[in-house]
């Protein structure tokens, strides 16, 4: 059974960082692209960040330069770390893992973690 459990989320004001990590289990770790994705309340979700089995990454226009993720294959664990945090950045964030890229890149990925809610004050 394959399981994403985030953590690290929290409050934080404007300018602040936070580290979010998303564990993995029940899933042969390196054969799948990893993603973070977040949704706002009223808001449609949103790809943040994707890493493929090769380790290239993608970043958002909308955090490029300010997130950053990465993942450690001997610890099946996911990260986020986000510096100069803005307010607009508050949201769920969300661990996703496909072993099919193109589908984690257009937010199909058949694995989901329950999130964890990232909150930035101004």
């Known amino acids: 059974q394959v399981q994403l459990v985030e953590s690290g989320g929290g409050s934080v004001q404007a300018g602040g960082s936070l580290r979010l990590s998303c564990a993995a289990s029940?899933?042969?770790?390196?054969?799948?692209?990893m993603g973070w994705f977040r949704q706002a309340p009223g808001k449609e979700r949103e790809r943040v960040a994707t890493?493929?089995?090769?380790?290239?990454?993608s970043h958002s226009d909308s955090v490029k330069g300010r997130f950053t993720i990465s993942k450690d294959n001997a610890k099946n664990t996911l990260y986020l770390q986000m510096n100069s945090l803005k307010p607009e950045d508050t949201a769920m964030y969300y661990c996703a893992a496909d072993p099919v890229h193109s589908k984690l890149w257009t937010g199909s990925a058949n694995y989901w973690g329950q999130g964890t809610q990232v909150t930035v004050s101004s």
């Open positions: 029940g899933l042969t770790y390196v054969r799948y692209s």
């Open positions: 890493i493929s089995t090769y380790g290239t990454t």
